[in-house]
């Protein structure tokens, strides 16, 4: 260290540079630092948005989340001419179950529903739980007719389906609206067209 120092009292740019190595090494150590605690936040905000956005029961997007992609659809059906349409998911006796077999059997008959739903649709379509006993489905490239076509086979899927809580067999059946996606929509608009679809289809059944 004294050789470096008697360098650094004879020559003021020998001194200046020994300054600069050290500085230079002290900002990169505090710059990889640095990048570290922004990952770490980083994936503290998509882990939040994540929460903010799913469903902690079911695992799928909650209604803030389906909201979200809906208006994303809107504007490719604005954008592209694409052909796009809405379900809206009615689990029918869900307040029977809970009241006669708890609120686990509820539970578990939502996930049931949840899970058959995403089975029964594309990989590419959206399924989301809006409300207590309520999901939708986002439909891309699909006009009215399939979409009716899908709910119908939906319907029938889980009405067939196989149910059971504590060895006890328990119905499942749903109600479901099919409803076009206009370039104009805003997404209250289009899930409110699905809706009232679903329970003119609930009245007349």
Do not use: C, W
């Not at 903010?52 to 909201?67: I, K, M, Q, W, Y």
């Not at 008959?109 to 309520?134: C, F, H, N, P, W």
């Not at 490239?141 to 979409?147: F, L, N, V, W, Y």
């Amino acid at each position: 260290m004294s050789g470096i120092a008697d360098k650094s009292r004879g020559s003021g740019a020998m001194s200046d540079y020994v300054t600069d190595v050290t500085d230079v090494e002290q900002l990169v150590s505090e710059i990889g630092m640095l990048r570290g605690k922004v990952a770490q936040l980083q994936e503290r905000v998509e882990q939040l948005d994540m929460l903010a956005h799913e469903d902690s029961l079911v695992e799928l997007p909650n209604r803030r989340g389906f909201t979200r992609a809906l208006g994303r659809l809107i504007d490719r059906v604005a954008r592209y001419q694409e052909k796009a349409s809405l379900l809206f998911v009615d689990v029918d006796g869900l307040k029977v179950i809970n009241d006669s077999f708890g609120h686990q059997a509820g539970d578990e008959a939502l996930m049931k529903v949840a899970a058959l739903l995403v089975g029964g649709v594309r990989k590419s379509d959206v399924v989301a739980r809006i409300g207590g006993d309520e999901f939708a489905i986002l439909l891309g490239h699909s006009d009215e007719e399939s979409a009716r076509e899908t709910a119908s086979r939906l319907i029938d899927m889980i009405a067939g389906s196989d149910f059971t809580h504590g060895g006890q067999s328990l119905p499942l059946s749903v109600a479901i609206g099919a409803g076009p996606i206009h370039a104009d929509d805003t997404p209250e608009a289009a899930m409110a067209r699905a809706d009232r679809e679903m329970y003119r289809r609930k009245a007349a059944a």
